[in-house]
């Protein structure tokens, strides 16, 4: 699949959590693949609305085709929603999970799951930094 447009539904951005150590790694990972991520691309699993209304009209207004979810359950209820809509999973969006959960092995469609490595840097004195972006590979 020759997928350039990705979202990523995660937890908040801004908050001090995996959520956003996940946002800065896929920002990360998309801009050493000269893959450009807009920021319309992320949505929060805390929106008000279903976060698969605004994945669907991402698909069909801006041809947004890959979605990295921030666990397996919200990437299988993606598919699920998506499919309910029309869309064809993973012809017309390929959708990732992470953590690699038995629920990436429940569904008819194969759920791709991945893992997450997250490295804490170091202060030259031996104190733990804040931690660095997650590691991905595309």
Do not use: W
Not at 77 to 90: C, S
């Amino acid at each position: 699949h020759h997928h350039r447009k990705f979202a990523l539904i995660s937890a908040g951005k801004d908050a001090i959590s995996c959520g956003r150590e996940l946002y800065r790694g896929f920002e990360k990972v998309l801009g050493e693949y000269g893959i450009p991520f807009a920021p319309e691309y992320y949505i929060p699993t805390h929106r008000q609305e279903n976060p698969s209304d605004y994945a669907a009209m991402l698909i069909k207004q801006h041809g947004v085709n890959a979605f990295l979810c921030e666990n397996d359950a919200v990437a299988a209820r993606l598919m699920v929603d998506l499919k309910l809509r029309g869309i064809e999973v993973p012809q017309e969006a390929a959708i990732i999970g992470t953590g690699c959960s038995f629920i990436s092995e429940l569904s008819s469609t194969p759920l791709t799951s991945m893992t997450q490595e997250a490295k804490t840097a170091m202060s030259p004195s031996g104190q733990r930094d804040t931690p660095s972006a997650l590691r991905f590979s595309i």
